[in-house]
């Protein structure tokens, strides 16, 4: 079932009469985990709501109503299950696969934008009136901006309640409560249990190895350590994520392990909006292609915990609904055996969207190990240092600010300096140089509320961006599912090999028919390009165009 495709339409609410509640409700019946997280299954006679693989007796169809945010379960009365605990399920792909505003605002509030800038804030980077953007969430959601906030608080709050030996008071304020009292009353309207009592519950299951951060004996902040759990809809390509990070992986700013098919690592600075951070990320094969993943969390405040979270479950794509993919992909027989051989691959995204846009800059038209080395030295020059505790961390990737600072302008008259920072062709510089500037005054506007047409239209009227890169930025900043990167030599190549294409078609017929045959693939071209470039990596492993 792909119901991503069919709920946007038809509003946040659905009852028993409505075309999609048979379908939700065999979900339930069948306590399916796919949809977990998908929505949510409030259920008049409890007063709770569940996630659909909820393990408790099916209720009866006359007494569900379904929603499609637990925000809007809570404004309707409802509070969270404590069996099934539906706001620790995965994410919805919707926000993705969505281009209208209300996925873009709840891409927006995700990343922690209403706590920081207010609804106003939300608005003005939407770009509509506040009041436009209250009527607009509640028709399509079912909830108000600030109540759809309250339930990413409420969802930072229990983890870390459960997940660190922070005090109540101090969790309080690092979930993005105003006042200890505003923190109280949503636990318990959302859980029907105090603060102390939800984390005394989880405790014994859950030993926290977290630190809640401070000063040492000199007075030196040290930073908060946290360990959290990251739910995935099953199946999970790790190995495939993982080893195409590590393969970009920036020297200072990255490292990455993938040793075997049973275990890998990956780690990175973050830049924040409380100062800089850390993640680690451990990712364990727990059976067949399911997998478990675990983060460590080295932040400046505890208030950057659900935005950090947000960044890296973004990061690797572990909102995606793998089986819709799948079973869309796997209808064309040349996908159906890259599909069988690896299912669940995702389309990792970026923690930095200004980040995302430089390094695509730089690594166009040269190797992804070219790229790495170009980026390393460019960090190197320009980058922040940055303490961690974990190995192989010491610096930031370099804010377009910083870029414009260390990089010189390679003036047509100015001799190239062999030492330079970014030694790449002059137009090449002057590119990555004037797209910074625009980064840094605002004329650029890259996060991940923009609208894919108005990105791509603000991208390819730059110099030195054509519609390449500026989709591969929206595949990656946006999370956008059906980007297509027409002209990618890599995915020319691994359409040959798989067998889309005769290999002696030659290559502008070629680019002409793989565009013609990816439109089949639509809604989901993103995930096809990751397993055509996964394929074109087996014969080519040193493609130019695959970034």
């Not at 959302?190 to 040492?216: E, I, M, N, Q, Y």
């Not at 350590?225 to 990070?245: C, H, K, S, W």
């Not at 804010?399 to 062709?425: N, Y």
């Amino acid at each position: 079932m792909d119901t991503t495709r069919k709920r946007s339409a038809q509003g946040p609410r659905c009852e028993l009469g409505d075309p999609r509640f048979a379908e939700r409700y065999r979900a339930i019946s069948a306590r399916d985990a796919r949809f977990d997280g998908q929505f949510f299954t409030a259920v008049s006679s409890t007063g709770i709501y569940c996630r659909p693989s909820c393990p408790a007796r099916t209720p009866h169809p006359w007494n569900v109503t379904f929603y499609l945010t637990s925000a809007a379960a809570h404004a309707a009365g409802f509070r969270a299950c404590r069996r099934c605990l539906p706001e620790a399920a995965p994410g919805t792909p919707e926000w993705d696969v969505r281009r209208d505003a209300a996925g873009r605002a709840m891409r927006l509030i995700s990343d922690g934008v209403v706590d920081r800038e207010g609804v106003d804030g939300l608005s003005a980077r939407l770009g509509y009136t506040t009041r436009h953007v209250h009527r607009l969430l509640v028709t399509e959601l079912g909830a108000t901006p600030i109540a759809l906030a309250r339930a990413r608080r409420a969802q930072t709050a229990r983890t870390l309640l459960v997940g660190s030996d922070l005090p109540v008071t101090e969790v309080a304020f690092a979930a993005g409560f105003a006042s200890v009292r505003q923190f109280n009353d949503t636990v318990r309207e959302v859980f029907a249990a105090t603060p102390s009592d939800l984390r005394a519950r989880s405790r014994a299951a859950h030993p926290s190895t977290a630190s809640a951060g401070g000063a040492d004996a000199r007075g030196t902040a040290t930073p908060v350590r946290l360990d959290v759990d990251l739910p995935v809809r099953q199946p999970f390509d790790a190995a495939g994520v993982l080893r195409f990070l590590a393969a970009r992986a920036v020297d200072g700013v990255e490292v990455a392990e993938v040793s075997d098919d049973a275990t890998g690592r990956y780690a990175r600075t973050l830049t924040l909006p409380h100062g800089p951070g850390a993640v680690e990320v451990v990712a364990t094969r727990s059976s067949g292609t399911a997998w478990t993943l675990r983060a460590r969390l080295e932040l400046t405040s505890v208030a950057d915990v659900a935005t950090a979270v947000s960044r890296v479950r973004r990061m690797l794509d572990l909102d995606a609904d793998p089986v819709a993919v799948d079973a869309a992909l796997s209808t064309d027989p040349a996908l159906a055996g890259p599909v069988e051989h690896t299912p669940g691959i995702r389309v990792p995204g970026a923690v930095d969207p200004h980040e995302l846009v430089v390094r695509a800059l730089v690594g166009q038209q040269i190797s992804v190990a070219a790229a790495r080395t170009h980026l390393g030295r460019l960090t190197a020059s320009a980058g922040s240092p940055c303490v961690s505790a974990i190995p192989g961390l010491v610096r930031l990737f370099p804010t377009p600010a910083q870029i414009l600072e260390r990089v010189p302008d390679p003036g047509p008259d100015r001799p190239s300096d062999p030492g330079r920072p970014l030694r790449l062709p002059r137009r090449s510089v002057g590119a990555v140089l004037a797209t910074a500037r625009a980064l840094t005054d605002g004329e650029l506007d890259v996060h991940v509320g923009v609208a894919p047409e108005a990105l791509h239209a603000q991208l390819v009227s730059r110099p030195g961006i054509g519609p390449w890169t500026a989709a591969y930025i929206a595949m990656r900043v946006l999370g956008d599912p059906d980007a297509w990167l027409v002209g990618d030599v890599a995915l020319l190549s691994g359409a040959r090999a798989v067998g889309v294409l005769d290999a002696a078609v030659p290559a502008p017929a070629g680019h002409r028919a793989l565009a013609e045959r990816a439109a089949r693939w639509a809604p989901w071209r993103s995930y096809a390009a990751m397993h055509l470039w996964k394929a074109a990596a087996s014969v080519t492993p040193t493609t130019k165009a695959v970034r």
